[in-house]
């Protein structure tokens, strides 16, 4: 089975349409969301782009605040604290990574944890332990969903976390946790990862790593959720797995493009309307 992320971002589109509709009616304008994009980097470029495209569709308002990669930590802290501060913004990110020039600085110790989309603000990853966040992080939210959409079961699933990154690799180990499957987080030290992997029922590859995971590394029936995203030969785009010969082994999994990527973003638009309704619930 294909779990197709592209078909389901398709379908909760037309449902995003009516929900800016009322969400304009109350606010007086279009909810609206900023992006920082500090530098050139080709891939943030790309995902900003898609966004700002989902934005158009919606009628959301997007608007990008470009930043030269010279610009210093004192000046996007304040870039930062001035749109937390900004009643007509209701959802704000900054695209990761940021430059070489910025190492050490943190964005997301700054950004308004009520205005905080990506749902990865300190505050917003530990008050989703405790099942409060004002937003949860995108991609792994994302893939639950996808993942349900398909109807897996996920209790008492054995399953595989490949990375543990702040933004994909923790909280899908938590979030699959929450959902009552048992969860092995595995990283660049872990030892014989692909002799165990047979032993899951379920494999979230998100080291990074093209093709890193195969077929023939699987148990008959898993399921892969896909996560990493590269550039490959001939400027294809794959992921961390190789899906040749997931059909022989009964394999279900999300394909590289169409699959996490347009659930990420998909959950971003979610995420930046539940933040809006619980603002206007507090009014
Ligand atoms: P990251 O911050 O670089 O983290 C990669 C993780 O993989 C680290 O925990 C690392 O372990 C682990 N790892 C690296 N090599 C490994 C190996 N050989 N064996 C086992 N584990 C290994 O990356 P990320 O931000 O989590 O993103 C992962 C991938 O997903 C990237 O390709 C990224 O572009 C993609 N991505 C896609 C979406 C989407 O919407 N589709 C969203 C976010 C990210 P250590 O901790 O030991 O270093």
Same mark, same amino acid.
């Given at each position: 089975?294909?779990?197709?992320?592209?078909?389901?971002?398709?379908?909760?589109?037309?449902?995003?349409? $009516?929900?800016?509709?009322?969400?304009?009616?109350?606010?007086?304008?279009?909810?609206?969301?900023?992006?920082?994009?500090?530098?050139?980097?080709?891939?943030?470029?790309?995902?900003?782009?898609? $966004?700002?495209?989902?934005?158009?569709?919606?009628?959301?308002?997007?608007?990008?605040?470009?930043?030269?990669?010279?610009?210093? $930590?004192?000046?996007?802290?304040?870039?930062?604290?001035?749109?937390?501060?900004?009643?007509?913004?209701?959802?704000?990110?900054?695209?990761?990574?940021?430059?070489?020039?910025?190492?050490?600085?943190?964005?997301?110790?700054?950004?308004?944890?009520?205005?905080?989309?990506?749902?990865?603000?300190?505050?917003?990853?530990?008050?989703?332990?405790?099942?409060?966040?004002?937003?949860?992080?995108?991609?792994?939210?994302?893939?639950?969903?996808?993942?349900?959409?398909?109807?897996?079961?996920?209790?008492?699933?054995?399953?595989?976390?490949?990375?543990?990154?702040?933004?994909?690799?923790?909280?899908?180990?938590?979030?699959?946790?929450?959902?009552?499957?048992?969860?092995?987080?595995?990283?660049?030290?872990?030892?014989?990862?692909?002799?165990?992997?047979?032993?899951?029922?379920?494999?979230?590859?998100?080291?990074?790593?093209?093709?890193?995971?195969?077929?023939?590394?699987?148990?008959?029936?898993?399921?892969?959720?896909?996560?990493?995203?590269?550039?490959?030969?001939?400027?294809?785009?794959?992921?961390?797995?190789?899906?040749?010969?997931?059909?022989?082994?009964?394999?279900?999994?999300?394909?590289?493009?169409?699959?996490?990527?347009?659930?990420?973003?998909?959950?971003?638009?979610?995420?930046?309307?539940?933040?809006?309704?619980?603002?206007?619930?507090? $009014?």
């Amino acid at each position: 089975m294909i779990l197709d992320g592209s078909a389901l971002s398709q379908k909760k589109k037309l449902n995003y349409v $009516k929900r800016v509709k009322y969400l304009t009616e109350k606010l007086g304008r279009a909810p609206s969301l900023h992006v920082v994009l500090v530098g050139e980097d080709p891939a943030s470029q790309v995902y900003v782009g898609h $966004k700002e495209k989902l934005c158009i569709a919606t009628a959301v308002t997007s608007k990008l605040h470009k930043l030269d990669s010279k610009t210093t $930590k004192e000046e996007l802290k304040s870039l930062i604290l001035k749109l937390n501060n900004d009643s007509n913004v209701d959802g704000l990110l900054v695209q990761l990574p940021l430059p070489e020039s910025l190492k050490g600085f943190d964005p997301l110790m700054y950004i308004d944890p009520r205005k905080d989309v990506d749902g990865l603000s300190p505050m917003n990853m530990g008050l989703m332990i405790k099942g409060e966040a004002f937003a949860e992080p995108c991609t792994p939210k994302g893939i639950i969903e996808l993942l349900r959409e398909h109807s897996i079961e996920l209790e008492g699933l054995k399953a595989c976390v490949i990375g543990r990154s702040e933004t994909v690799g923790w909280p899908m180990a938590w979030m699959l946790t929450r959902e009552n499957a048992t969860v092995t987080v595995c990283h660049s030290k872990t030892k014989n990862l692909k002799d165990s992997l047979k032993s899951f029922d379920l494999v979230v590859a998100a080291a990074g790593r093209p093709e890193f995971v195969s077929a023939a590394d699987l148990k008959e029936g898993a399921i892969v959720v896909d996560v990493g995203i590269h550039r490959g030969k001939d400027a294809k785009l794959v992921g961390d797995f190789n899906p040749e010969g997931s059909e022989e082994k009964n394999l279900s999994y999300s394909p590289v493009p169409g699959g996490v990527g347009p659930m990420t973003v998909s959950t971003l638009l979610e995420n930046l309307f539940s933040l809006i309704e619980s603002k206007l619930d507090c $009014k």
